[in-house]
């Protein structure tokens, strides 16, 4: 359950929040993650400057990080 990154922006929110490539998201703030369209579907919804808790799993291990949206490009 979750969603592998295989790549982070550098510079970007997540970056900054210490996510990784590699990483599988399975949580952020509220809202479980278990597919890309979840994923999709928080980003969506995210307000630049909003501040939330992005749960990955990295090597086996949850890690729970502050991510902090900025304003990026849609696609």
Do not use: C
């Amino acid at each position: 359950k979750g969603v592998l990154l295989d790549d982070v922006r550098a510079g970007g929110g997540a970056d900054k929040a210490g996510i990784k490539r590699g990483d599988v998201i399975v949580k952020i703030g509220t809202f479980d993650v278990g597919s890309v369209e979840d994923l999709m579907f928080v980003l969506m919804q995210a307000r630049p400057g909003e501040t939330v808790t992005t749960v990955v799993v990295r090597d086996g291990k949850q890690l729970s990080l502050e991510t902090t949206f900025q304003e990026g490009r849609r696609r």
